[in-house]
Every structure is written in structure tokens, then in C-alpha cells.
């Protein structure tokens, strides 16, 4: 099965009081990424870089417990590749 490489971005913003939040990032239900949001004033610029066949991908980002934080995700955008962001949870790669 033929695949095609996609680097795609989205910034995350937090707004959290306490110990810092952990996140993970799932592609579908493959684990990309799990990392700490120990920022007050800033936002973070995610990169996933796929090499995937052509289709449609969920991508969600999932407070870990204990955790009050609310994540936001915006700025969509594909940097390399034949992919485009459907909405802010739905990532398409095109055949070309």
C-alpha cells in the first residue's frame, strides 16, 4: 500500500491554575505524543509528521488525570506534503 509523508500543525493553548497539565496527542488511536504544559503565557506549535496511506485521520488531544486544564487547538495548517485539515479534528491525506 502506497503512502504519502505529511507534516501537519496546529498551535495548543491552555488555560490551567495548579500543577501543570499533561496532554497526549492520538493520531486515530496511535499515541504520537505525551508531553507537560508548564506554560503561563504562551502557546505551543505541534508538528505531527505522518506517513500514512491515503485517508482520514481523527486527531484529538487528551487531558490526562488529575487534570482541569482546558486545551484548545487552532491554526490548523499543513507545512509539508498532500494533506489538509477537514476541521479541527479531522486530517485528510490526499493522494496528491
Known sequence: MKTR???A?????C??????PTYRIYVNDELFAERTFD???AYLTEMLQIQAPVGTYTVRV???KPCLAKFVTKNHRIAVGP??????ATL???AR
Open 39 to 41: 506554560f503561563t503565557d
Open 15 to 20: 488555560d490551567w491554575e495548579g500543577l501543570p
Open 92 to 94: 485528510m491525506v490526499n
Open 62 to 64: 487528551e487531558p490526562q
Open 9 to 13: 500543525l496546529f498551535d495548543l493553548d
Open 83 to 88: 494533506g489538509q485539515w477537514v476541521d479541527d
Open 5 to 7: 509523508f505529511v507534516k
